[in-house]
């Protein structure tokens, strides 16, 4: 059972959630300056490219904030919930990990608001850190649970050999995994991810990344599809990891990889249409759908709509179109917003330009289906704007960011 938190203390948080929130990545900056001086062996667990980017502040100053805006009840929250216990799962966040973090936590509250923070309010902090803290630790005991006594599942870190590496385009590449044991693959949600373990040389610690799993369950192979992004800066900048993975990791190496997790994933138990709609490597999550639906539920109606730069940097074209033509439940549409003349002279792509909800509405039999998107955030905002003008009920919206943090409301 949940602790509830005293009343008095309630109050406390009703009134300092204002001055916590304006302060809020202030706070968590300070929070992992402190964590990672402290415990610089966490650096093993955490994307630190999303600390140089400030991905990683930004949302947890949001994710406080919102649980402890919630206190009294975080069922009201529990999506948001649910998708960080998962992402917590997939790296091995432990219970034993929670005082760590509730210790820094508010020591950098403490450091910032300085003389502002009492010992009421840091004490009244204290029980809602608590209460928060038992609420994912209780949570992510099941997700453990799942993961390892699951048909082929497993604890922690396995090896997988890369039994084959695939160059879908110019910019991503497709890596087929296969357990290093021999033993079978558990199954997954079509849409989830893994958590693959990256050794990078020269590097102190070590790097744990999330990657869709672009193929459909019940293969004695998992496919992760990986877009390079080049490294910015000298410091570990985006794409240290995705460039490692293109460059220096080849058939026959070894990657150890965690359980499958994610909260983004198909209705599988649904026989409703399904509009699967992505940009760039935002389709790997997405061709998983596709092709458990056209393996599973071959009646069920789709379209799939693909938005990328041009034929050079597509993925998965001619695996998709393979599956449109031979199904006819399933309809397929790439978009360009730069084709080059080859692309035009092979008809590669079905549109020009951008997705519009008017051109939703020409192309969709009816906005009667369940949506799933994902992409670069502008074009997931874009999509999730059309929706809601559409007016798309909320229960048949799902998307994922691709990365620490995301806001679709800033379109």
């Known amino acids: ?199 990078i040389p020269q590097e102190e610690y070590t790097h744990l990344r999330q990657y869709s799993l672009s193929d459909r369950p019940g293969l004695d192979y998992f496919r992760i599809s990986v877009k390079r992004e080049g490294p910015k800066g000298e410091d570990i900048g985006p794409g240290v990891v995705s460039t490692d993975l293109h460059q220096l990791y080849n058939e026959g190496d070894v990657l150890p990889i965690s359980a499958p997790a994610g909260d983004f994933y198909l209705d599988v138990d649904s026989n409703r249409p399904v509009v699967l709609i992505s940009g760039g490597v935002g389709l790997t999550p997405v061709t998983s759908m596709l092709h458990t639906i056209n393996a599973n539920q071959p009646d069920r109606k789709v379209v799939y709509i693909e938005a990328a730069q041009n034929g050079s940097v597509h993925a998965f074209r001619e695996e998709v179109r393979k599956v449109s033509e031979q199904n006819p439940n399933i309809t397929s549409y790439f978009i360009y917003t730069q084709p080059s003349n080859e692309d035009r002279e092979k008809e590669y792509f079905d549109r020009e330009g951008y997705i519009t909800l008017e051109w939703l509405q020409e192309v969709l039999p009816s906005k009667d289906a369940q949506f799933y998107f994902c992409g670069p955030l502008p074009f997931m905002q874009v999509v999730n704007s059309a929706l809601n003008q559409w007016e798309v009920p909320e229960e048949d919206i799902h998307y994922e960011f691709f990365g620490s943090f995301g806001n679709l409301e800033e379109a």
Request: charged fraction near 25%; avoid cysteine.
């Open 1 to 199: 059972m949940v602790k509830q938190l005293d009343p008095k203390k309630f109050e406390v948080i009703k009134q300092t959630l204002p001055v916590v929130k304006e302060h809020g990545e202030a706070i968590t900056k300070k929070f992992y300056q402190r964590l990672f001086e402290s415990h610089p062996e966490l650096k093993n667990m955490f994307n630190m490219t999303h600390q140089i980017t400030g991905h990683q502040p930004k949302a947890l100053a949001e994710a406080v904030y919102g649980a402890a805006a919630n206190i009294e009840d975080l069922s009201q929250i529990m999506p948001i919930l649910e998708r960080i216990g998962q992402k917590h799962r997939s790296l091995q966040v432990k219970p034993e990990h929670y005082p760590i973090v509730g210790e820094h936590l508010l020591g950098a509250i403490k450091e910032i608001l300085g003389d502002a923070a009492t010992d009421e309010i840091l004490d009244a902090w204290a029980d809602a850190y608590q209460i928060i803290s038992s609420a994912f630790i209780k949570m992510e005991e099941g997700f453990y649970k799942s993961a390892e006594t699951q048909s082929g599942g497993w604890a922690g870190f396995k090896n997988f050999i890369i039994d084959r590496k695939v160059r879908e385009s110019e910019v991503i590449t497709s890596f087929y995994l296969k357990p290093e044991d021999g033993q079978a693959l558990p199954s997954f949600l079509p849409g989830q991810y893994i958590t693959v373990k990256v050794e």
